[in-house]
């Protein structure tokens, strides 16, 4: 099991910035790659960012240049920087775990509110 608590979300204006973080405890030493994804009212959840247990990063063309996804593994938090937010980057945002080898397993956060005022 692995257990996933994020934080940082709130109100910002366009242009603003805001960090949010995760903090994974329990069975963590088989985390494949942590994530970032977003669900916007009426739309499917959504990639935002992702990085592997080796540092390899990808993101949304939609974030690229604004935001920037990274670990911190002394503290098992995984962050997401986000610059230049903009309206449509309103959404909840949830961190993700990819878990296991043979057996895979996708792991949640609860969730956090970003919404960023025009």
């Known amino acids: 099991q692995v257990q996933l608590v994020e934080s940082g979300g709130g109100w910002v204006q366009a242009g603003g910035s805001l960090r949010l973080s995760c903090a994974a405890s329990?069975?963590?030493?088989?985390?494949?790659?942590m994530g970032w994804y977003r669900q916007a009212p009426g739309k499917q959840r959504e990639l935002v960012a992702s990085?592997?247990?080796?540092?390899?990063?990808n993101y949304a063309d939609s974030v690229k240049g604004r935001f920037t996804i990274s670990r911190d593994n002394a503290k098992n938090t995984v962050y997401l920087q986000m610059n230049s937010l903009k309206p449509e980057d309103t959404a909840v945002y949830y961190c993700?775990?990819?878990?296991?080898?043979?057996?895979?397993?996708?792991?949640w956060g609860q969730g956090t509110q970003v919404t960023v005022s025009s």
């Open positions: 329990g069975s963590i030493s088989n985390i494949r790659a």
């Open positions: 990085i592997t247990s080796g540092r390899l990063t």
């Open positions: 993700n775990a990819d878990w296991g080898s043979s057996i895979r397993i996708n792991y």
